[in-house]
């Protein structure tokens, strides 16, 4: 019979054998360790787009954001504004432009380009836009085109029972996007006049309106890209995920 000690390394190694089927390993080799993740994240794409239900990462398209609401320190009496439960389709078509791993200073930054986003959700509003007061709550629809995530993540090595493994500490998104359209539903407590003349001027504004709401996608974003990271490559020690050449 076994003991807990042989069951906890079985299953730790189950897990690490379950990761590694659709985990490229990749040298920690500086000249070629960029292309390998690249390689690696394709692999990885079909895993990601229908979710790792066994590492509850969820599934990228669609994948949903709970809550986005303003960041911390940002001017809340100015911006009041909070979607929920929002459904973004199309990011499995995503193309990755850039990838770059730091080894000795342990950073990831990658460039990754959308197509097409679509949103779908419900927001609940009370700001001042432009000299335009915009109150109330109901469901949007958005689309985004040619959306670029430009991310930059610290890694530290943590040590669990002896072994080394990788946690993704911190992240950094800027987002960027051509061109976008967007509706909302249930403004001025459905006055269809004031909400078709709302929705035309977010329209005639748009730079203003993205300017406005970055803040809430990078945020949002960059939960999610940390959050799946981490669940991604927790359980894979650093020597298996990087061995040394």
Known sequence: MKDKDDNVFYTENLVSEMHTEYIQVCKRDQDTVNECVRDSIEKLRPKLVEGIPELNVPSLDPFYIHEIAPPVGSNSRAFQAVGKDIKVSGAGNFSLKHVEVDLENLTFRARVRFPRLHFEGKYKVDIQFLLLPIRGEGTLVADAIKCNVDAFMKIKIVERDGVEYIEFTSIDTDITIRDYKIKL?????????????????????????????????????????????????KDIPYDELFPKP
Do not use: H, Y
């Open 185 to 233: 539903q249930g403004l001025f407590n459905g006055d269809k006049a004031l909400e078709d003349a709302t929705n035309m001027a977010l329209i005639e504004n748009k730079a203003e309106l993205l300017k406005a709401a970055k803040p809430f996608a990078e945020k949002g974003v960059s939960t999610f890209i940390l959050d799946a990271a981490n669940k991604v490559t």
